[in-house]
Nanobody, 122 residues
Framework: QVQLVESGGGLVQPGGSLRLSCAASRSVFSIYGMAWFRRAPGKQRELVAFVSSGGSTNYVDSVKGRFTISRDNAKNTMYLQMNSLKPEDTAVYYC????????????????WGQGTQVTVSS
């Protein structure tokens, strides 16, 4: 079983930056497609960014140019660098492992972290 632990969330002012980390418990991390999802209160869960086992990436339009997803397979860790943060980025961010695309539709993987709160407010 793969366990995922997020860290790095917190309170930040608009325009600020934050880096989230997701540490996985298994060395097979390198074969998984990895993703960050987020959920704001009362809203649908949203795919924020994806990174494949080979390092290719995709982002939701609202974060393009501001967020960068990356992975370090040797450390079994995925990151989300968030710059130029906006209040609408406020959400609980979740790490997800073993998802995949079917065409343009992304199916979330079976493994989830507990989530980390990101609050963007002045």
């Amino acid at each position: 079983q793969v366990q995922l632990v997020e860290s790095g969330g917190g309170l930040v002012q608009p325009g600020g930056s934050l880096r989230l980390s997701c540490a996985a418990s298994r060395s097979v991390f390198s074969i998984y497609g990895m993703a960050w999802f987020r959920r704001a209160p009362g809203k649908q869960r949203e795919l924020v960014a994806f990174v494949s086992s080979g390092g290719s990436t995709n982002y939701v339009d609202s974060v393009k140019g501001r967020f960068t997803i990356s992975r370090d397979n040797a450390k079994n860790t995925m990151y989300l660098q968030m710059n130029s943060l906006k209040p609408e980025d406020t959400a609980v961010y979740y790490c997800n492992a073993d998802g995949h695309y079917s065409g343009t539709y992304y199916s979330a993987g079976r493994y989830w972290g507990q989530g980390t709160q990101v609050t963007v407010s002045s």
